[in-house]
Structure formats: structure tokens, C-alpha cells
């Protein structure tokens, strides 16, 4: 028993150490990837190998079947020599009786038993020694059925590549074949192209005796553009230098501009200023005319009692010697109004005055050329004139048909007199009315 386990342990070993030696063969296959029929074979090979472990695991089987066959019936013996011993212990009575002959039997018992009790034991350590390598045994049929499957699986990967590479060869082929094709239509057209370099080469050789003299011609005009392109530079460089000073020149234009826009500016808010003064001073015209009429009304009034007066004189024409006295003492009434109106006069003279009418270049707010001062004076000149000469015609015309009224009816003596008193009435009036004005 004991050998024939030592026999099932070896061969277990060398299944191992195939098993290991294959595994080897196939990672040197996999990382050498050449000779895929070799590696068929091997493949066949090692399936083979894999099929006498198998056999021979079989055996072993079959061997361990027997020897556990052979255990029970060892343990059968025991069991039947254990019911002999104990049917002796029962009947001692019957042993002594007996008695030598019981005695041997006995010896002879008991040494079965020691014999039987020494198979047991070899029987019972050969039981548990079988069946540590059973269990090894099936743990190394469960990885030689792992590999195996690995191994198959590997094959057919192999075979996958195999039907790849021929796939790929085939396809190599053809485009071996269409690489020939090509190669034979690119010498062809070799061919070709070297007949056409020739013809072009023999067409180059002109052109560039042409180009030569070309190049020439281009060289010769070249040196004529150089020498315009340096006249033009001494050009650019004067343009630049009166460029820098026009620019001189425009930059003082900018700043005199500045200049004449901040004037400009300064002459408007004096012109905007003498407009404001214009207003007032035509609101001032308008209340003039205003007591121009008043004084038309008062000449009215004053000619009705003129009229009246001249009734009184032709009523009263004996008592004309007490009339000159009431004439002197109507003179330096008139006289004293005279004055008082020169007063109003030489202050509204005063209030129109102003140095800005005396400036020539000055009128209504803005710095005015000289032309424009001299337009501005003479409207405004022209329109007073006008006012004082339409006044004087009015107040002469009306004065002088007064003269004509009161000295119409008098006599000659009187006349004389009469004409200075009226006279002198008649310049109160005029000055009054020139005052006013």
C-alpha cells in the first residue's frame, strides 16, 4: 500500500512538472509568435500528454478503488474477530471446561488479533494517506482541466490569428499584384517623362539663353531705378523737412484760430450786451414819441389859447400899453422853463451817453471790424437825424403858422413888438418840445 501511494505521488510530481514545462512552452510561443505550425503541433502534443495523465489518473483511481475494497474487507475481519472475543468472554465456563484446548485456542486468538489490530492500523494510516492524495489528485485534475481549457482556449485564439495572418497574406498578395501593375504603369510612364526631360531640357537651354539676356536687360534697368529711387529719396527727405515746417505753419494757424475763436467769443457776449442796451434805449425812443404826441396835444391846447388870446388882444386893442408888461412878465416864465427843460435835457444827454458809442469798433456787444462800426453809426446816426429833423420840421411848421396867425391881424406899429414877444414864446416852445425829444 505505502508504495503504491509513493508510486501515485510521483506520478503526480511528474504531471506537475509537465504541466509547468508545457505552460513554459507556451509563454515562450506566445512572446515568439513565429512558426505558428510548430505551435500547432505542440499544441497536439501537449493534448496528447494531457490524455495519459488522464489515463493514468484513471489507473490511479482504479487502484485506489481496489485498496479501499481491501480496507473493508480487513475491517470485516476485525469486526468478525471482535465477535469471536467477546462470545470467548461470555463463556468461561465452557473454557474451563475445555481447558487446554481453550487455552491454545486462545494464544492463537489473540495473536490473530495483534496481526489483525497491525493491519488496521496499516490499513487505517494507508486510508487516510490515500486519501490526502486523492485530494491533491483532484486538485491537480482540477488544474489540469484548467489549463486545458486555457490551452483550447488558446488554440482556437491561435487559430483566429492563424485565419487572420492567412487573411492578411492574401490581401498582401493582392496588393502585391496591384503594386506590380502600378510599377509597370510608372515605368511606362518613366519612359515617357524621360523622352519629355530630354525635349524639355533641350527647350530649357534656350529659354535660359533668353532669361540670360533678359537678366541683363533687368540689371541695366534696375541700376537706372536705383538711381531714380536715390533721387526720389533726396525728394522724400525735402517733402519731409517742408511737411515739418507747413506742419509749423498750421499749428500757429490752429493756435491764431484759438485766439481769434476766444475774441470771437468775447464779442458775442458784448454784442448780446449792446443788443440788451439797443432794447432798452428803443424803449426809451418809444416813451419819447409817446410824449411827442402829448406834446402834439399840448400844441393843440396851446394854439386854442393862442387863438384865445388873440380874441383878447383884438377885444382889448386900447389898452396896449399894460400889454408889453404882461408879455415881460410871460418872458422870464418862459425863460425859467427854458432852463429847467435845459437840465432835463443835459441829464437824459448824460444817461445816453456812453464810452461804447464813442468806440468806432464797439457796438451791440461785439468787437465789430471797422466796416460794420461805421454801417452800425451811420444807421443809428440817420435814424436820430431823421427823428430830429422830422421833430424840428413838425414844431417849425406849427410854430411858424402860429407866427403867421398871431401877426396876420395886427397893425404895423404893433407889429414889432408883437413879434418879439410871440418870438420869444415861440423858442420856449421849441426848446421845450427839442428838450423833450
Same mark, same amino acid.
Given at each position: ?6 508510486k501515485?505521488l ?15 512552452e507556451?509563454?515562450?510561443l506566445?512572446?515568439?509568435n513565429?512558426?505558428f505550425t510548430q505551435?500547432?503541433e505542440?499544441?497536439?502534443m &501537449? ?5 495519459k495523465a488522464?489515463?493514468s489518473?484513471t489507473?490511479?483511481?482504479e487502484?485506489?478503488i481496489s ?9 470485516i475481519?476485525l !469486526?468478525?474477530?471482535?465477535?469471536e472475543?467477546?462470545n470467548l468472554?461470555e463463556s468461561p465456563a465452557?473454557? !474451563?471446561k475445555?481447558?487446554?484446548?481453550a487455552s ?5 486468538a ?10 488496521? $492500523? ?6 487516510e494517506?490515500?486519501?490526502k492524495?486523492?485530494?491533491d *489528485?483532484?486538485?491537480a485534475?482540477?488544474e489540469?482541466t484548467?489549463? =486545458?481549457?486555457h490551452?483550447k482556449e488558446?488554440?482556437?485564439?491561435i487559430?483566429s490569428?492563424?485565419?487572420?495572418v ?6 498582401a ?5 496591384? @503594386?506590380?501593375?502600378k510599377l509597370q504603369v510608372?515605368?511606362e510612364?518613366y519612359?515617357k517623362?524621360?523622352q519629355?526631360?530630354?525635349e524639355?531640357?533641350n527647350?530649357w ?5 533668353? *532669361?540670360?539676356?533678359?537678366?541683363k ?10 538711381e !531714380?529711387?536715390?533721387r526720389l ?12 515746417k507747413l506742419? /509749423?505753419i498750421i499749428?500757429?494757424?490752429?493756435n491764431?484760430?484759438m485766439?481769434v475763436?476766444?475774441s470771437? @467769443?468775447?464779442?458775442?457776449n458784448?454784442n448780446n450786451?449792446?443788443?440788451e442796451?439797443?432794447?432798452?434805449? !428803443?424803449?426809451?425812443?418809444q ?5 411827442f ?5 399840448s400844441?393843440?391846447a396851446a &394854439?386854442d389859447?393862442?387863438?384865445e388870446?388873440?380874441?383878447?388882444l383884438?377885444s382889448?386893442?386900447?389898452?396896449d400899453?399894460?400889454k ?7 418872458e422870464?416864465?418862459?425863460?425859467s422853463? =427854458?432852463t ?11 444817461? *445816453?451817453?456812453s464810452d461804447r ?6 457796438q451791440?456787444?461785439?468787437?465789430h471790424?471797422?466796416?460794420?462800426? /461805421?454801417?452800425?453809426k /451811420? ?7 431823421? *427823428?430830429e429833423n422830422h421833430e424840428?420840421r413838425?414844431?417849425s411848421? @406849427?410854430f411858424?403858422? &402860429?407866427?403867421?396867425i &398871431?401877426l396876420?391881424?395886427?397893425?404895423n /406899429?404893433k407889429?414889432?413888438?408883437?413879434k418879439?414877444?410871440?418870438g420869444?414864446f415861440g423858442d420856449?416852445?421849441r $426848446?421845450?418840445?427839442? $428838450?423833450?425829444?
Open positions: 500500500m505505502q508504495q503504491q501511494l509513493g501515485v510521483e506520478d503526480m510530481k511528474r504531471l506537475k512538472e509537465e504541466r509547468s514545462q508545457a505552460l513554459e507556451l509563454a515562450e506566445k512572446k515568439r513565429e512558426g505551435s500547432n505542440r499544441i497536439m &501537449l493534448e496528447e500528454e494531457v490524455e488522464r489515463e489518473e489507473k490511479l483511481l487502484s485506489l485498496q479501499t475494497k481491501q480496507l473493508e474487507e480487513t475491517k475481519l !469486526e468478525e474477530a471482535k465477535l472475543i467477546r468472554r465452557a473454557s !474451563e475445555k481447558g487446554l484446548l491454545v485456542q486462545t494464544i492463537q489473540q495473536e490473530e488479533i495483534r496481526k489483525l489490530r497491525n493491519e488496521l $492500523r496499516l490499513a487505517v494510516q494507508a486510508e494517506k490515500s486519501k492524495a486523492m485530494d *489528485f483532484a486538485i485534475l482540477k489540469v484548467t489549463e =486545458a481549457t490551452m488558446e488554440h482556437e485564439v487559430n490569428e492563424l485565419e487572420m492567412r487573411a492578411d497574406a492574401e490581401n498578395k493582392y496588393l502585391l499584384q496591384n @503594386a506590380e501593375q510608372a515605368l510612364g519612359a517623362l524621360k519629355e526631360f530630354e524639355s531640357t527647350a537651354k534656350v529659354k535660359e539663353d533668353s *532669361f540670360i539676356n533678359c537678366v536687360i533687368s540689371e541695366d534697368d534696375m541700376n537706372k531705378k536705383d !531714380e529711387n536715390s529719396v533726396d525728394s522724400h527727405k525735402v517733402a519731409k523737412e517742408e511737411n515739418s506742419r /509749423d499749428k500757429q494757424a490752429v491764431e484760430a485766439v475763436k476766444e470771437l @467769443a468775447i464779442a458775442r458784448e450786451e449792446l443788443k442796451q439797443l432794447y432798452e434805449k !428803443e424803449s426809451a425812443l416813451k419819447l414819441r409817446q410824449e404826441e402829448n406834446l402834439k396835444v400844441e393843440t &394854439l389859447s393862442v387863438r388870446m388873440k380874441s383878447l383884438a382889448s386893442s386900447g389898452t400899453l399894460n408889453p408888461s404882461d408879455l415881460l412878465e410871460i422870464p416864465l418862459g425863460q422853463k =427854458a429847467s427843460d435845459d437840465r432835463k435835457i443835459s441829464k437824459n444827454m448824460m444817461k *445816453f451817453s458809442w464813442d468806440n468806432p469798433r464797439m451791440n456787444g461785439h468787437r471790424s471797422v466796416g460794420e462800426s /461805421d454801417i452800425s /451811420d444807421l443809428a446816426f440817420n435814424k436820430r437825424a431823421a *427823428f424840428k413838425l414844431s411848421d @406849427a411858424n403858422h &402860429l407866427d403867421g &398871431l396876420h391881424g395886427l397893425d /406899429d407889429q414889432k413888438k408883437k418879439t414877444v410871440f420869444r420856449a416852445l $426848446r421845450r418840445s427839442f $428838450r423833450k425829444t
